[in-house]
């Protein structure tokens, strides 16, 4: 474990994650079968709430040394976790869709970050283990931090990561106490992972998901492959785990798969020793199942269960699987053999009040709202959602476009030119090796979700080897799905190495229905199309049209779900209103255009 943090890592494109956990399924495990019944996630222990804090404007004016000793923050304020930090009351609200917040202030290249300017957010608090943690192996997840953060406990490094919108994971094992612990994280605004997450929206900051720390029994599942498959309605049904266990541990691994009615379709046993961390159960003739879909999201339950010689439970892991089929035949993307017809829109996660910073009441409300208007589809623009977000798909029929984390559109669209002469990826090879980290834990953590039928390689970030070696990625490491990307739209002789599909944003509609009719080789669908801003989706007939007479295309998602503003009071009349980019004083800034 590298034991000295450096703030060279901020702009060296070699680090992008020091001591973190490798990626792995979104799974969560219990300590018992009645606790996993129960719900009751006693392995588990919440650090959300309220965090002692300081803001300041750079590295060199912040509390280096705060992460010895709580001493050293005793002058500090507090802040609410999770939560961005401009929306209590620190640094500027800033929306911008294409520039780099420094545009106009700082001239800046890739990998480059002005110091100078780059806010620093000490987070810190005490804590106590929980009872049912003491004498386990204990971890910390952090589900979304903007940006860069260092991780401490006890006065000890203990790593670093900088995908804000995915999980990062830390052992805390060898430095945690069962009393008195005393975690901090140091989180820089900007790092070079800036120039990739370039998205079009409010450019927040801080701890803004989710703080867990959780522990793995003396036999513990690290990471769930479930994988159905379906032909002509027969399933079939693998199985592969990893496992970490105690040297000493004796014992086996169970599954179990039934139907809504609790009827047995599939199970295995295998014996843990320590030849078997990674566990393959055999392929199983199912026979007859039930397939999932958007009209009908039919899921069977896995149960996996990690037992002792004498039978006593270690731990349970619940599961749910769904089989359907994703392919292309003939230019028509066919789910379950039939064409598959995308009403879908894109869906960042934003609450008026709150910024990302949503929770399981904003998502259901947003899936309810899709079943209320007949969206069967949503992309995830333009980044990893929360994992719940995953799990209600499943359940709702909601198809999904899965997005890795990576949009950098101001690397090489200049004035609304192409000008690609820095764009990065690009070609090179060092940022080749970051995208691919952010695809690969993008797949690990979201493998086992039927609601997923395209991986998507990002967002308007040009075309390049990392993007091509990004494609070849999903596509070797899960045949399965369909791999999507719009920008090589802007290279078109890279197009037959990346995207299953022909991607284009806001083409009208003739020219949907010129390709669709024409030659092409690929089936067609909008990945952005109809900007609602200011038009209540005028002219949607007219892609009607052509989506009921060209088979070929496969439809679309409208921009966008949500308006991106913030609930503010208003000085003169003391009541709520909304505020659009712009209002905040923030400069640059692309205005209203937030609200689309």
């Excluded at 192996?137 to 995908?163: H, P, T, W």
């Excluded at 199983?284 to 009908?296: F, I, P, T």
Aim: with cysteine; glycine share 6%.
């Amino acid at each position: 474990m590298s034991s000295q943090p450096s703030l060279s890592w901020l702009t060296d494109v070699s680090v992008f994650r020091v001591n973190q956990e490798p990626a792995h399924s979104d799974h969560v495990h219990y300590a018992s079968a009645d606790d996993c019944a129960g719900g009751r996630r006693t392995l588990f222990q919440s650090l959300n709430g309220d965090w002692q804090f300081r803001w300041s404007p750079n590295a060199a004016s912040r509390p280096a040394d705060f992460f010895k000793t709580p001493e050293s923050a005793a002058s500090f304020g507090t802040i609410r976790v999770p939560g961005h930090v401009e929306l209590q009351g620190y640094d500027q609200i800033r929306y911008i869709n294409t520039m780099y917040p420094w545009e106009g202030h700082t001239a800046l290249r890739p990998p480059h970050i002005d110091m100078e300017h780059n806010p620093c957010l000490s987070y810190c608090r005490t804590f106590d283990l929980n009872p049912e943690l003491k004498d386990r192996r204990v971890y910390v997840r952090f589900e979304g931090v903007e940006q860069a953060a260092y991780v401490y406990l006890n006065g000890s490094f203990v790593g670093y990561a900088e995908d804000s919108f995915t999980p990062s994971e830390f052992n805390l094992s060898p430095y945690i106490r069962d009393t008195g612990n005393y975690l901090c994280v140091e989180v820089f605004k900007y790092c070079k992972a800036s120039y990739i997450e370039d998205q079009d929206f409010f450019r927040f900051s801080g701890i803004f998901r989710p703080v867990t720390l959780f522990a793995k029994p003396e036999a513990h599942i690290d990471d769930v492959h479930a994988v159905p498959v379906v032909e002509n309605r027969q399933g079939r049904f693998s199985l592969s785990l990893k496992l970490s266990y105690d040297s000493s541990f004796s014992g086996s691994v169970s599954y179990a798969l039934a139907d809504k009615n609790g009827k047995s379709v599939a199970a295995g046993c295998q014996q843990i020793t320590n030849e078997n961390a990674d566990v393959q159960f055999a392929e199983k003739e199912l026979g007859d199942v039930q397939l999932w879909s958007n009209e009908s999201p039919y899921l069977y339950s896995l149960h996996i269960t990690v037992s002792h010689a004498d039978g006593a439970v270690v731990e349970v892991i619940p599961y749910s699987v769904g089989f359907r089929s994703i392919e292309i035949k003939n230019r028509t993307i066919l789910l379950n053999g039939s064409p598959l017809h995308i009403h879908g829109v894109n869906r960042h996660e934003w609450s008026a009040e709150k910024g990302r910073c949503i929770g399981m009441e904003e998502m259901t409300s947003d899936i309810e709202t899709c079943r209320k208007n007949n969206i069967n589809s949503v992309r995830t623009c333009h980044y990893p959602d929360q994992i719940p977000w995953y799990y209600l798909c499943d359940t709702y029929g909601i198809y999904l476009m899965a997005e890795t984390n990576m949009e950098s559109h101001g690397s090489w669209q200049k004035m609304g030119a192409v000008e690609p002469s820095w764009n990065v990826p690009g070609n090179d090879p060092l940022w080749e090796k970051l995208v691919l980290d952010r695809a690969k834990t993008n797949y690990e953590t979201f493998k086992n979700h039927p609601s997923i039928l395209f991986w998507s390689l990002g967002n308007e970030s040009y075309s390049g080897t990392a993007i091509r070696a990004m494609n070849d990625y999903y596509k070797r490491t899960d045949p399965g799905r369909l791999v999507h990307y719009e920008g090589v739209f802007h290279k078109p002789e890279d197009k037959k190495y990346i995207s299953d599909v022909e991607s284009q944003m806001y083409a009208p509609p003739e020219r949907v229905r010129e390709y669709c009719t024409s030659d092409g080789s690929k089936p067609f669908v909008l990945c952005e199309y109809m900007h609602c801003m200011g038009n209540s989706l005028g002219g949607m007939k007219q892609y009607a049209d052509v989506f009921d007479d060209c088979p070929h295309f496969q439809g679309g998602w409208i921009w966008d779900f949500i308006d991106q503003a913030l609930f503010v009071t208003d000085a003169a009349t003391n009541r709520k209103v909304l505020r659009y980019g712009g209002d905040f004083g923030e400069r640059p800034s692309d205005y209203e255009f937030s609200g689309d």
